[in-house]
């Protein structure tokens, strides 16, 4: 009894040694890309802000496409993508013209991703905005902006700004 009591504290505290050893070696791997990891470089954008001016409900949806450059020498990873209102989506579109989202709202459609942009690389972000998404009570100026969260650690988040007068 006495040795298989032993025995089993032996497995016990192997079995430990085993899982730290392995938690401790377990993201250092180079060769892996880790989107965890800060980058020292940032994402850049000529324009971050857009002015729809004046637009009706009735004329349905309008959508600009700001453009994002990483200018660095390691690759940034966008961690969220989300907007602040349920009347505007977004998507990204990277440099092979593969398009991610749409990303709304936090709390109404998922936020995360894990979309890299290579150094020198550009990629495009569209902004979808719906006037009338509010109602009749949704008239005049509204102003959104699309939040881009990134592994930066230079500049960890982009906003894009847009406003528009809507009109019925």
Do not use: W
């Amino acid at each position: 009894m006495k040795n298989l009591k032993s025995i089993i504290i032996g497995v016990i505290l192997l079995s430990g040694v085993v899982l730290i050893v392995a938690s401790l070696s377990g993201g250092n791997n180079s060769d892996q890309k880790n989107p965890d990891r800060y980058s020292a470089s940032a994402l850049s954008a000529i324009e971050e802000t857009f002015d729809f001016n004046t637009i009706s409900m009735r004329d349905g949806n309008v959508s600009h496409k700001f453009e994002i450059k990483n200018d660095g020498t390691e690759p940034v990873v966008i961690n969220k993508v989300y907007t602040s209102c349920m009347c505007t989506v977004a998507y990204v579109i990277n440099g092979s013209d593969k398009k991610y989202g749409p990303f709304g709202m936090p709390g109404h459609t998922s936020a995360a991703t894990q979309i890299e942009v290579a150094n020198g690389e550009t990629a495009t972000v569209e902004i979808i905005f719906d006037p009338a998404a509010h109602g009749p009570s949704g008239v005049g100026l509204a102003q959104r902006s699309v939040y881009l969260e990134t592994n930066s650690s230079v500049s960890p988040t982009l906003e894009f700004f847009f406003q528009a007068m809507v009109t019925r």
